[in-house]
C-alpha cells in the first residue's frame, strides 16, 4: 500500500479538475500535499494487509490541554474552528488557527492544548489497520 489514501482522494479529485452538476461545479483545493509530518519527519510506510480508515470530529473546550499520546498511524486533520497548539516531548511547537491542516507526527509523544476562547474543532482523518490502535495514550 504505498499511496496513501489521501493521497488517491486528493489525485481523484484533481484529475477531474471540477465535479460537474445540476448546479454547476466544484471548487477543488488542495490543503496538504506531503510525505512528512508537520515537524518535517518523513512519514512512515504503511503496513501491508487490510487499510480501516477512521474519521473524528474533535471539538476541544477553550483551556483545555490533552492527554499525552501519540498515533501509531498516519493522521491528518483541518481545523475548522478555533485554535490549537500542538507540542513534541522534543519541543518542537506548531500553532494551528482555523483553516489550517496539519499532518500530524507518527509514534511520537505529544500533547494539544486550547489556548484560545473558543472550542477548537478538527476533523481528523486516521489510515490504520483493523484491530490497532490510532491513538495511544500515556499512562
Known sequence: MKKTVLGI??????SCNVWAGNSGSA???VLTKTGSSWDAAELPAYPTGKAE????????PAGVKLPRHKHPVINAG???????TVVTDQGKTLYLKAG???VEVVDRWHSGINEGNEPAE??????GTPGSPIT???E
Open 136 to 138: 495511544v495514550k500515556d
Open 9 to 14: 482522494i486528493v489525485a481523484l479529485l484533481l
Open 78 to 84: 483541518v481545523l475548522l474552528r478555533g485554535a490549537l
Open 53 to 60: 480508515i477512521t474519521i473524528l470530529k474533535i471539538i476541544i
Open 122 to 127: 478538527i476533523i481528523v482523518f486516521y489510515a
Open 100 to 102: 489550517d491542516s496539519i
Open 27 to 29: 471548487d477543488v483545493q
